[in-house]
T-cell receptor
């Protein structure tokens, strides 16, 4: 049931861009994105509720293609503070508030 | 400041012991969750509760039970702990409503080691 994230890990230099993908074999009614820094709790980044919706948080934005059952997270001009593991989550069914998450993508930003 | 508090950050238990993990939230949220986090496996949902005394199984409920007697408190119970339950356990809460996007607020986690 878990959504599938790719890549599993990515290493960047400060200022570079990255894309993290999230796909689901089941219908995506909404997509939630979280970031977890090492040793800390996951923190909410954004939620996309409609197909085609795009949102932004700092220089982090996301898109949602409901038809393809995919979402992508875009990190632009990455900063050291972006390092962490990014998780996408989806409701188990339409109207449900029960969320399941992918395995995560570990992002490392080096100076 | 909104808060989800997990009572124990670190626990060490022996195989066969009964283990209680407690979680309290102060945001009057309807929904509460227990996730298990293991390297390479991400966040896996154990149980979900959408109201007092109401619960739904997640992806990996085997070996676990939960209790929600009060809105603010959600407990995870390991009836007979086993070594394969050694893990980080994360509690979260959420609420949907006007102006609320269903954001999950996570606790700091409880790291359980079963010997």
């Amino acid at each position: 049931q878990q959504p599938v994230q790719s890549p599993q890990a990515v290493i960047l230099r400060e200022g570079e861009d990255a894309v993290i993908n999230c796909s689901s074999s089941k219908a995506l009614y909404s997509v939630h994105w979280y970031r977890q820094k090492h040793g800390e709790a996951p923190v909410f980044l954004m939620i996309l509720l409609k197909g085609g919706e795009q949102k932004g948080h700092e220089k982090i934005s996301a898109s949602f293609n409901e038809k393809k059952q995919q979402s992508s997270l875009y990190l632009t001009a990455s900063q050291l503070s972006y390092s962490g593991t990014y998780f996408c989550g989806r409701p188990t069914q339409g109207g449900s508030e029960k969320l399941v998450f992918g395995k995560g993508t570990k992002l490392t930003v080096n100076p | 400041d909104v808060k989800v508090t997990q009572s124990s950050r670190y626990l060490v238990k022996r195989t066969g012991e009964k283990v209680f993990l407690e979680c309290v939230q102060d945001m009057d949220h309807e929904n509460m969750f227990w996730y298990r986090q293991d390297p390479g496996l991400g966040l896996r949902l154990i149980y979900f509760s959408y109201d007092v005394k109401m619960k739904e199984k997640g992806d990996i409920p085997e070996g676990y039970s939960v209790s929600r007697e009060k809105k603010e408190r959600f407990s995870l119970i390991l009836e007979s702990a086993s070594t394969n339950q050694t893990s980080m356990y994360l509690c979260a809460s959420s609420s949907w409503g006007p102006g609320n996007g269903g954001e999950l607020f996570f606790g700091e986690g409880s790291r359980l080691t079963v010997l």
